[in-house]
């Protein structure tokens, strides 16, 4: 009896701690995209309401939007691969879809199609790369599944990369280059209402199972003989939650371009304050990963005349606080 209500009272302990933690979370998400919305080139006065709507709703706006979803779909992307294939050092471009998404936004801007299709073809770039990936894998008979998919996905990203460099190569060095290696660093700047209005639904669409399958997707974290013993398939749950991540992750990456550290950080710093629960985790961390792109995204365009690339900055500011984090959690992951 006495260990029933300690039981409870302890839960019911940890349940107002996690509230308490997404309260905040959500709270300074929210602070950052009032800042983010007021903080640019032109100051902002409420006298001057023509300026006003143009300046927050077509401009700042879709770019405030973009960046809290790219944060968030990367870091849920981030959460789900360190999860399901029991690997701290796992980020979402792992299983090669940021070097597939890189392929297809170089192929479109060598053939000088438009932005909508530049970002269209990283879109299924990224797809096509993590379907490749999985296949192999799945035709690797006799070795681990887990460490034949993330081989495999760090062989076949390489060559991707490989591919890209010799692109960048042939590129116009007038127009071509400067191009793809503007959208390989990573920004925001080119967001607009029309490819937010295409990527939003497709990252909400990754982020459904993920959301029904949460208390399942812990699951995955055991041996693959203990989740079968407690009644779950571990391949095909396997397979859905990364197809799901997967799609986030291409959303994102097709209108951001490549931007590191944001699935790899932080998961670690959500872990840190709300444990490995993938039911808690999934949304403190996408809250998180919002906060942290959103801030990011307002430094680069406030900080200099020059508008610095956010994938530069993220992992500007990721090393340090990754090795600080690691150094803070004293538990093994």
């Known amino acids: 009896m006495y260990l029933g209500v300690a039981a409870f009272f302890f839960g019911s302990i940890e349940r107002i701690r996690y509230a308490a933690a997404l309260a905040v979370a ?15 080139r032109y100051p902002l006065s409420l006298s001057d309401l023509p300026m006003l709507k143009t300046v927050v709703l077509e401009i700042r706006g879709p770019r405030v939007l973009a960046a809290a979803l790219v944060g968030a779909s990367l870091a849920a992307a981030g959460t789900v691969y360190q999860g399901i294939l029991r690997n701290p050092l796992v980020s979402p471009d792992i299983l090669g879809v940021s070097s597939g998404a890189a392929l297809g936004a170089v192929v479109a801007m060598i053939l000088s199609m438009n932005v909508f299709m530049v970002q269209i073809l990283a879109f299924a770039g990224g797809l096509a790369a993590v379907a490749l990936v999985y296949w192999i894998a799945s035709r690797l008979r ?9 081989l495999t996905g760090v062989v076949v990203g390489t060559l991707l990369g490989a591919v890209v460099s010799l692109l960048k190569t042939l590129a116009d060095p007038l127009g071509q280059l400067p191009a793809i290696t503007f959208w390989l660093l990573g920004s925001l700047a080119s967001v607009a209402p029309r490819e937010l209005a295409v990527a939003a639904p497709l990252a909400i669409a990754g982020l459904i199972p993920l959301a029904l399958l949460r208390w399942r997707v812990n699951l995955l974290t055991l041996p693959d003989d203990e989740a079968r013993a407690l009644g779950a398939d571990p391949g095909q749950l396997r397979l859905l939650v990364i197809a799901a991540a997967t799609l986030m992750t291409a959303a994102a990456v097709a209108i951001s371009g490549i931007i590191g550290w944001i699935g790899l950080l932080v ?3 959500a872990r840190l304050l709300v444990g490995p629960g993938f039911g808690r985790l999934l949304p403190f961390a996408m809250l998180l990963g919002a906060a942290f792109l959103l801030a990011v995204d307002t430094l680069c365009r406030a900080a200099t ?14 090393t340090p606080l990754f090795l600080w984090l690691f150094a803070l959690s004293r538990r093994s992951w």
Not at 26 to 40: C, N, R, S, T
Not at 305 to 318: D, K, N, R, S, W
């Open 26 to 40: 959500l709270a300074g998400l929210l602070a950052l995209v009032v800042l983010a919305l007021l903080v640019g």
């Open 142 to 150: 006799g070795h681990d599944p887990l460490l034949a998919l993330v």
């Open 267 to 269: 998961p670690h710093a």
């Open 305 to 318: 005349a020059v508008e610095l690339p956010p994938g530069v900055v993220t992992a500007l500011i990721g």
